[in-house]
């Protein structure tokens, strides 16, 4: 056999290795994707108040809601991770119509609840957003599209199942 032939020979199995492994790999991540999707949403499900666009600044309709978990909203969006400036609603909101799990917590909370919520949000996967909110009336609000879950008590275990089971569940699949 010439080098040649054999070089030939193990481009062609590692093309079929690389080949067998994507099928396997694929085959894995919808299994998991199946799993996630037989899993019901948590939370409350909320009435829904639509997907409208609106411009930046007009008024509309007052949420049903604090937070809100539909409803009319900008055409940017708030964008994943932890915020520490104020975003508007409007933003978050696009957000979670591309599939965004959003964890509000009360301004103000004690930094041990805060560490919680964070380690929480750290530790979990998937399209997520966390951010304060002042006139939240419970320590923690956990939305998504069309779901609202209130926390009387930090329960980062809850967080974390909330945000790995409700987020890429919405009406659009697209950057947050």
Same mark, same amino acid.
């Given at each position: 056999?010439?080098?040649?032939? +054999?070089?030939?020979?193990?481009?062609?199995?590692?093309?079929?290795?690389?080949?067998? $492994?994507?099928?396997?790999?694929?085959?894995?991540?919808?299994?998991?994707? %199946?799993?996630?999707?037989?899993?019901?949403?948590?939370?409350? +499900?909320?009435?829904?108040?639509?997907?409208?666009?609106?411009? #930046?600044?007009?008024?509309?309709?007052? *949420?049903? !809601?604090?937070?809100?978990? !539909?409803?009319?909203?900008?055409?940017?969006?708030?964008? @994943?991770?932890?915020?520490? #400036?104020?975003?508007?609603?409007?933003?978050? /909101?696009?957000?979670?119509?591309?599939?965004?799990?959003?964890?509000? *917590?009360? #301004? $103000?909370? #004690? %930094?041990?609840?805060?560490?919680?919520?964070?380690?929480? &949000?750290?530790?979990?996967?998937?399209?997520?957003?966390?951010?304060?909110?002042?006139?939240?009336?419970?320590?923690?609000?956990?939305?998504?599209? $069309? *779901?609202? /879950? +209130? /926390?009387?008590?930090?329960?980062?275990?809850?967080?974390?199942? &909330?945000?790995?089971?409700?987020?890429?569940?919405?009406?659009?699949?697209? @950057?947050?």
């Amino acid at each position: 056999m010439t080098t040649e032939n +054999k070089v030939i020979g193990g481009i062609a199995l590692l093309t079929l290795a690389i080949i067998i $492994g994507g099928i396997w790999l694929s085959g894995k991540e919808g299994e998991k994707n %199946q799993e996630k999707l037989n899993k019901p949403m948590m939370g409350e +499900k909320m009435p829904d108040e639509g997907a409208l666009h609106v411009a #930046e600044g007009k008024p509309h309709v007052a *949420y049903n !809601s604090n937070p809100p978990t !539909s409803g009319p909203h900008w055409a940017g969006v708030a964008g @994943p991770g932890i915020k520490y #400036e104020p975003v508007p609603d409007e933003l978050v /909101l696009h957000s979670m119509e591309h599939g965004a799990a959003v964890v509000w *917590y009360r #301004e $103000g909370l #004690e %930094q041990s609840d805060m560490d919680k919520i964070k380690e929480a &949000f750290n530790n979990s996967s998937g399209k997520k957003i966390m951010l304060a909110r002042k006139d939240l009336d419970v320590p923690v609000a956990l939305t998504s599209w $069309g *779901y609202l /879950l +209130k /926390l009387d008590t930090v329960d980062g275990a809850i967080i974390k199942e &909330f945000i790995e089971t409700n987020n890429d569940r919405a009406p659009e699949k697209a @950057p947050i």
